[in-house]
């Protein structure tokens, strides 16, 4: 008897790799931008699958705020390492010039080192196609993402200017100065991502485990004092509190959840049994409905 | 809803017992279905209805989901669960979904992918995206409406993409007092349309997405209804890559791996069938021949692969074998042609222009193609046959085409892998259309080439001259026809043997039957490229002086000469300089309204982008212009 079932997280790995390869083999130029967190984490070891035993032909790529947690550089670097890949870190040479920083200056933070960032970098060093880890099932908007987004010379992302994908048929060819974000993860959900971390023993940021660490609560949120730059308001004290993080991103911007759970099982069960989403977290997506649209289409990821 | 539903009994599990959890959930299946149904018909409701059901809606959406339902909802003060699900800002302006989404959620059996597709008329194009991914189909009816012209539409894509497995969701059957004869009469309206089209099977459930009646499990509210509700009927239809792996190995080669001179491996997803290390195999279309050595992964080698995974092969052999081959059991080898008839399903807002080649990608291989005029197109609802000359926007057709190669393929109806392309412009780069096949044409077949003795290295020999086609390209009164004169006149005295192939005179005889519209603008230059091409066989510089104004004809006539022989010139003269020339008069009939499809003025120029040589009329003579010419051809 020849015949097996597939599991699902078996034919979410086959297409991941899929259209990894199609673009590897249609590509001039591509990178993964790679953001240190569990999606990215994933996206790395099913690029490492594809491609062996080659190591993944293209650079990885991390867009920094200079804000982010430390731990995450720490990971970044080893994750780099480990998979023989060369790392490139890019920092918007004027977001670092004006000191820019989430705690003075609010969305402009995210515009300068990340929207314009990316693009910068993108720019810079003439990539034509870039991995993302986005999923359809982070926001309502991107449920209509194709998994490969053509964006034109100046970046922007047009609802209208996309492509049909049929099959495992994408189409990839673009002029001169186009470029493609292709999501290969995209039809993974938060729980396909955190079993297949733990199927699979792949190493993530020890931030997403539970553990006594200093934080304020602010704004609704808790904050973790992650260095000496959170500037403290008056009569607040960092307190010990046994907190994990659900989504990983500037530490100033990201909300920790209290929990006791320190182990993958044990995050699992949290976040199955949990009620709210896991973008929650995140204060850019509160400004208003549509406000994940319209920083796509200004080219945030 | 009742409390016994399968999904909420996994929270029990989840808090005692994880590790249990987790190890019975990656062992879940996964299936993809498209919903289809009219703007009305519910079914954004049914799919939040879903997520809902299956908790994958948290409390911050939930509470967003509330105050949206009471600001811009449908239902008054209760939950409208189409909200969850309608996606861009502009959509939920107008109320209407304009795209494919994809939405997910999962139960203890499986994890689900559904592709929800709006029911709008004028978007077949989503609807055949959604439906190309997907195992089953859910057709939703009112059930206060029954079977409606919509409903046929979308039963005959769901058949022409070759879903087998269709449900038959006849909703909101409150409204109708969960009336058994209601049910019943649509069914049987249904059954009877379904097996008209060539749906031999399918399973009908009576439904309300509103209140949840036999979604998750069986409603008291139809008790006449003995069949299983909608969410377990999904959890447990077969899936189509089970069914796959029964079928002869085929695996279209992505990417070949190459990280030393040691190793050599054929990655690809293996599009049916099963493979082993040892299992004889043959590429194609070259037809050689080896065996498996190694199926290799990251996790170490593996003695099995199946239909649907991602795998890297390793041949016993050093054969040729790179992107787009295919490899195939030996024993069964796939076909292999270059003209096919198939079905073409339109996507884009440029109507198909017969004889014009595009991109047509299948498997992993990218072809140049063209689409001959369609025989007939298909009415979606009324599936009457109509004469066409072309297909517009969301239009469905049966057209013959070309490909310059010969390619290996499997009827779609045998594997959607293997039989479905899509068409690229090759200017645009959209992708243009969604094509199934049916077979290959057996004249493809019959037709070989004769090879001659004398060969074109031999006819140029003779000639003592590199053939060339010197192709120049410019508005109607650019100086076209004046330029290519005088150069052949100065080739001839330079002893070369040359022929003006020029765009009246040709038309005058061998294309006196062409008129003017886009198709038979493009035939005419297909013309003439052939016959450049055979005169270029022959050994001769050729010259011609067509106005010739589309890019992806220049390209085709391009493609079809050797590498370095086809020179464009591009005859530049601005519209109102050559408007001011008007020679012939003809502008000045164009701009009266007496002279249809003119260049310039009511049909587009494409100027050539990167031309070999460009020729500014209003800065040099012809004379001059020439010169420039020879310089390049004889330098």
């Known amino acids: 008897m020849n015949q097996k079932s597939l599991t699902h997280l078996q034919r979410l790995e086959a297409e991941s790799i899929h259209i990894m390869r199609e673009v590897v083999a249609e590509a001039e130029n591509p990178v993964m931008l790679y953001s240190v967190g569990k999606d990215s984490a994933v996206m790395l070891h099913l690029a490492k699958k594809a491609f062996y035993p080659a190591p993944p032909p293209f650079p990885l790529l991390h867009v920094d705020t200079t804000w982010k947690f430390r731990d995450m550089y720490a990971l970044r670097d080893k994750a780099a390492k480990d998979a023989g890949m060369e790392l490139l870190v890019y920092q918007n040479p004027e977001a670092v010039a004006r000191g820019i920083n989430p705690f003075d200056h609010g969305s402009l933070h995210t515009d300068m080192w990340k929207t314009e960032g990316l693009k910068q970098a993108l720019d810079k060093y003439g990539f034509d196609v870039a991995f993302g880890g986005a999923r359809r099932d982070e926001e309502k908007s991107r449920a209509k993402e194709r998994v490969f987004s053509f964006r034109s010379a100046n970046h922007r992302w047009d609802p209208k200017s996309q492509r049909p994908e049929l099959w495992r048929l994408y189409n990839a060819r673009k002029a001169k100065g186009e470029s493609v974000r292709v999501f290969p993860i995209s039809n993974w959900t938060e729980l396909d991502i955190w079993q297949y971390i733990h199927l699979e023993g792949i190493e993530i940021v020890p931030l997403y485990f539970s553990a006594p660490r200093p934080t304020v609560q602010r704004d609704g949120l808790i904050l973790m004092v992650d260095d000496e730059r959170f500037p403290l308001r008056d009569g607040e004290t960092p307190q010990m509190r046994s907190v994990r993080f659900r989504t990983l991103g500037c530490y100033p911007l990201t909300g920790a959840v209290e929990s006791e759970a320190r182990t993958l099982p044990e995050v699992i069960q949290e976040m199955l049994l949990t009620t709210t989403s896991e973008r929650q977290g995140r204060a850019i997506d509160h400004d208003q409905a549509a406000s994940m649209e319209k920083k796509k289409q200004e080219g945030y990821f | 809803m009742t409390t016994q539903d399968p999904i909420y009994k996994t929270d029990a599990l989840i808090a005692e017992n994880i590790d249990a959890y987790l190890e019975a959930h990656q062992h879940k299946t996964m299936l993809r279905f498209i919903t289809c149904g009219s703007v009305d018909d519910g079914k954004s409701t049914l799919i939040g209805r879903l997520l809902y059901d299956s908790k994958m809606i948290f409390e911050d959406q939930l509470a967003a989901l509330e105050a949206d339902s009471k600001r811009v909802g449908t239902q008054g003060q209760e939950i409208d669960f189409a909200l969850l699900v309608d996606g861009l800002a502009a959509e939920r302006e107008q109320g209407i979904t304009i795209d494919v989404a ?430 450049a091409k055979l005169m270029t066989d022959a050994g001769l510089i050729v010259i011609t002086a067509f106005i010739s104004p589309f890019r992806s004809e220049r390209d085709m006539v391009r493609g079809m000469m050797q590498p370095g022989e086809f020179v464009e010139v591009f005859v530049d003269t601005p519209l109102s300089v050559a408007e001011g020339r008007d020679v012939k008069g003809l502008y000045a009939k164009a701009r009266a309204g007496q002279l249809k499809n003119f260049t310039g003025i009511d049909s587009p120029y494409e100027a050539p982008e990167a031309p070999e040589i460009r020729i500014d009329t209003t800065e040099i003579t012809p004379e001059q212009a020439a010169d420039l010419i020879i310089a390049r051809l004889i330098p």
């Open chain 2, 102 to 531: 994809y939405r997910f959620f999962a139960t203890e059996k499986r994890k689900f992918i559904v592709a929800d597709t709006p029911g709008h008329e004028q978007y077949t194009r989503n609807m055949v995206t959604g439906a190309s991914t997907a195992d089953v189909a859910v057709i939703l009816i009112d059930a206060r409406k029954g079977v409606l012209t919509q409903t046929r539409r979308h039963s005959y894509l769901v058949n022409l993409l070759g879903i087998r497995h269709v449900v038959l969701a006849v909703n909101k059957m409150d409204l109708v007092g969960y009336d058994q004869a209601i049910f019943d009469k649509i069914v049987e309206e249904y059954g009877e349309f379904a097996r008209s089209i060539g749906i031999d099977a399918f399973t009908a459930i009576p439904i309300s997405g509103f209140k949840g009646d036999n979604i998750t499990g069986p409603s008291e509210n139809t008790p006449w209804y003995h069949g299983t509700a909608l969410l377990p009927h999904l959890e447990t239809v077969e899936l189509d890559t089970t069914a796959d792996q029964a079928k002869p190995f085929r695996m279209p080669v992505q990417w070949v791996n190459r990280p030393n001179l040691d190793f050599r491996g054929f990655a690809g997803l293996v599009a049916s069938g099963t493979v082993r290390p040892g299992d004889a195999i043959r590429v194609l279309p070259s037809g050689k021949t080896s065996t498996i050595a190694r199926v290799v992964s990251l996790d170490g080698d593996r003695d099995l692969a199946v239909a649907g995974e991602s795998v890297t092969l390793t041949f016993a052999d050093e054969i040729d074998c790179s992107r787009g081959q295919v490899i195939v059991a030996a024993q069964s080898p796939l076909e292999v042609a270059d003209q096919f008839e198939s079905t073409l399903v339109w996507m884009d807002e440029h109507e198909l222009v017969p004889g014009r080649a595009y991109w047509l990608k299948i498997g992993t291989q990218t072809v140049s193609a063209t689409v001959h005029a369609p025989k007939y197109e298909v009415n979606v609802n009324t599936q009457e046959h109509l004469a066409t000359k072309t297909l517009d926007l969301n239009a469905i057709g049966v057209a013959n085409i070309t490909t310059d190669r010969e390619i290996p393929f499997a009827p779609y109806d045998d594997n959607r892998d293997l039989g479905g392309f899509i068409l690229i412009d090759k200017i645009t780069n959209h992708t243009v259309a969604a094509g199934m096949i049916h077979f290959a044409l057996r004249r493809a077949q019959n037709i070989h080439w004769q090879a001659t003795d004398i060969g074109r290295e031999h006819h140029a020999g003779m000639k003592h001259q590199k053939p060339a086609v010197l192709w120049l390209t410019g508005l109607s009164g650019s100086g076209k026809s004046t330029i290519a004169n005088i150069v052949e006149k100065k080739l001839a005295r330079m002893n070369r043997h040359t022929f003006l192939l020029d765009g009246d005179n040709v038309r005058h005889g061998l294309n006196k039957d062409l008129g003017f519209t886009e198709a038979d603008r493009i035939e005419n230059i297909r013309r003439v490229g052939e016959v």
